[in-house]
């Protein structure tokens, strides 16, 4: 016999549970936002995210490709727009990189991908990977680490002016932006998700996608960890 599916409001906490593997709990990020990293291994988090921050676009580009849904396409399209950017409006990656220079980075240094990790480029290409393959939906539900972002952008906003007074403050603008927009968007993605995922054997699927974009995360961290280490 099935087990019954959960309601709404709990398939939603059993998503939200799952911030536990967030990695904003990663000893790499915890050393970021608590003042304890250097300016290498500032320098080498910004230029490895960039290839996550260029990425989402793409993986973004894959989920409309895959769905059929006009009205879905038509508002997940403002999410390529806020990274790519449009008309005078600069988006994300070029916030980003305006962050790479206020830590001191060449933007062409950082478009160059000379300072990749292997470790990132294989989690984030595995993530664009699976929204490229997988169905809309679950491609979708694997957006949902947005759920746990504001706090991590708002840790950032607080801590780093404090521990890092040489990060010139303009270039913080990308976390202030992502604080509302990660909120919008996952309005979106937990709509869908929740209206997709009905039976508890779905329910359990959408818990493994998301702890599976959570690793990706994780693994990133990891992989940095490695190659700049963790300051105690």
């Excluded at 991908?113 to 929204?131: I, K, S």
């Excluded at 990660?182 to 309005?187: E, K, S, Y």
């Excluded at 709509?191 to 009905?198: K, M, N, S």
């Excluded at 990133?220 to 960890?225: L, R, Y």
Aim: hydrophobic letters at 40%; proline letters at 3%.
């Amino acid at each position: 016999m099935s087990e019954e599916a959960w309601s709404r409001e709990e398939f939603e906490q059993q998503l939200r549970a799952l911030g536990r593997s967030y990695h904003i709990h990663h000893p790499f990020n915890v050393m970021l936002n608590s003042g304890r990293a250097s300016v290498e291994q500032i320098r080498g988090w910004v230029a490895n995210r960039y290839y996550y921050q260029r990425s989402i676009p793409m993986k973004d580009a894959a989920i409309i490709s895959n769905c059929p849904d006009r009205e879905v396409r038509r508002r997940w399209t403002l999410r390529i727009l806020d990274h790519d950017g449009y008309g005078d409006t600069a988006g994300g990656i070029e916030a980003w990189l305006r962050l790479a220079e206020a830590v001191g980075l060449e933007r062409e240094y950082v478009e160059s991908l000379r300072e990749l990790v292997p470790g990132v480029r294989f989690a984030v290409d595995a993530y664009v990977n699976f929204a490229r393959q997988a169905p809309w939906q679950e491609a979708v539900c694997s957006s949902l680490t947005e759920l746990f972002a504001p706090q991590i952008h708002e840790q950032r906003l607080a801590n780093w002016p404090t521990y890092y007074p040489w990060i010139e403050r303009e270039g913080l603008a990308y976390f202030q932006s992502r604080i509302s927009l990660a909120q919008r968007d996952v309005r979106h993605g937990l709509e869908i998700t929740l209206d997709h995922f009905r039976t508890r054997a779905q329910q359990r699927r959408a818990l493994e996608i998301l702890q599976f974009k959570l690793d990706v995360l994780w693994a990133m961290n990891d992989a940095m960890a490695q190659r700049y280490g963790v300051t105690s």
